[in-house]
Each structure stands twice: as structure tokens, then as C-alpha cells.
């Protein structure tokens, strides 16, 4: 099982001025906001299995070994743990994530051809997933965008179960030549017999797709018509 989350901001608070100012208002102050974040991932703990997958997506918050540990808390239950920088994460602190987490992240990544992480959201197909932090009290209106912003999930991991959900629900992607949905923006850099150009020298799409259709037809009539020779009779006759 893999869980997702994101935007801890552990200890973020300067000045009179934090998290718990603008998004977390229920907290009275960060030292009670940073003790329920630890207790919803001592929570998680409890459920984790040797082999599962945490992955956070980034603000982690501030370094101090008090909330480190929770990482060792992932770790000590035979789970990996997995982090994607946010725009709250110095690089110069690298080596510190690196010391705690199985593996980090400066960039999306890719956990299949249609399930990809990140801290920003990203631009994916129709039928595939982002899940995303950063957006704290927003969500994007399409099933493509999960925010798992631990605010906006009401301090709860996003998982696979939740993931599968939503795969259910996305339209069928084609990767079939002319269907694609960049298919319109081909620029051939040699002549192809199956494609038909305009004027401009741009793909006609709807003459493209008739044209491979007839071939196909062709092709299919062509394979139903062939009569292998079984033996009877004689060439000579």
C-alpha cells in the first residue's frame, strides 16, 4: 500500500505569524499544531505493513530532530519513505532528507505511465492521476489533481484505495496512431503514404483517419479472401 501526504509545516511560525495564522486556525498555537500532525503520522504508523510506501510531497517544515524522528516512526515499521522537495525546502538542507528518507526527490516523479507525484501540480493526460501538495486550502476541479495537502484531506493520507477510486471514474486514454491527443500537431519530417497533408502542408486529420481505416479495411478483407492450399488436386490441371 502506498500513502501520500504533504505540506506538514512542522514548526512554521515566525514573528507571530505562521500556518496555524491563515490555514490551521483551530490550533491555538504551532507547538499544539505540530503535536497533531505527529499524532495523525503515529496514527498511520499503526497501519503501515513491511513493504508499504509513505510518500511526502514536499514543505516539510522546519529541521529539528523532534520531528524528524516521525520519519524514523515510517521507517521502523518496514516501510519506505519517500520525499519530494517543495518550495519550502531548501536545497542546502539536502543532505539532512537524505539522512532520514529512503529517497529524495527534486522533481516530479513518475510511479507509473499514469500516476505521477509532485509538490506543484502538473499537467497530466486525461487519464491519469497527479497527486499534488502546495494548494493547502484548494483542490483543482478535475478528477486528474488530488491534492493531498494534510489540511485539505482533513489529516488524512491519500492511498491507493482512494487512487483506485478515481482511476475508475477517468475516460480511456487511445495511443493509436492519429487518435492521440496530439495527434493534430504531427509535422511529418518525410512523406508517409498514410497520411494525408492540406494545402499548408498540415495534417488533414479526418482524411488521415478515413485513409487508415480504408487501409485497414482493406488489409482485413485481404487476410479473409486468402485461401491456403491444403494439398487436393494438381497444379497440372
Known amino acids: ?44 504508523c499503526r497501519k503501515l505493513k513491511s513493504g508499504d510506501e509513505v510518500w511526502n510531497l514536499g514543505d516539510f517544515g522546519v529541521l ?35 539522512k532520514y528518507f529512503d529517497q529524495v526527490f527534486l522533481y516530479p516523479v513518475y510511479l507509473s505511465q499514469k500516476l505521477v507525484v509532485s509538490h506543484y501540480p502538473v499537467a497530466v493526460w486525461y487519464d491519469s492521476v497527479n497527486v499534488h501538495g502546495h494548494l493547502h486550502s484548494a483542490k483543482l476541479q478535475d478528477l486528474n489533481h488530488v491534492c493531498a495537502s494534510i489540511h485539505v484531506t482533513n489529516y488524512q493520507p491519500i492511498t491507493d484505495r482512494n487512487l483506485d477510486n478515481i482511476f475508475s471514474r477517468l475516460p480511456k486514454f487511445t495511443r493509436r496512431f492519429l487518435y492521440e491527443p496530439w495527434a493534430k500537431d504531427h509535422q511529418f519530417i518525410q512523406p508517409k503514404e498514410d497520411v494525408i497533408m ?39 490441371d
Open 198 to 236: 492540406d494545402p499548408n502542408g498540415n495534417i488533414d486529420l479526418s482524411a488521415s483517419r478515413l485513409l487508415q481505416k480504408l487501409n485497414t479495411d482493406r488489409r482485413i478483407q485481404e487476410k479473409d479472401s486468402y485461401q491456403p492450399y491444403h494439398g487436393e488436386g494438381n497444379f497440372n
Open 1 to 44: 500500500m502506498r500513502y501520500f501526504i504533504s505540506d506538514l509545516h512542522f514548526g512554521h511560525y515566525w514573528n507571530g505569524c505562521g500556518i496555524i495564522n491563515f490555514e490551521r486556525t483551530q490550533f491555538k498555537t504551532i507547538e499544539e499544531h505540530d503535536g497533531y500532525i505527529e499524532a495523525v503520522i503515529s496514527s498511520l
Open 64 to 98: 529539528e530532530t523532534e520531528y524528524l524522528d516521525t520519519v524514523k516512526w515510517i521507517k521502523e515499521t518496514g516501510a519506505k519513505a519517500y520525499f519530494v522537495y517543495g518550495n519550502h525546502d531548501a536545497q542546502a538542507n539536502l543532505s539532512y532528507f537524505e
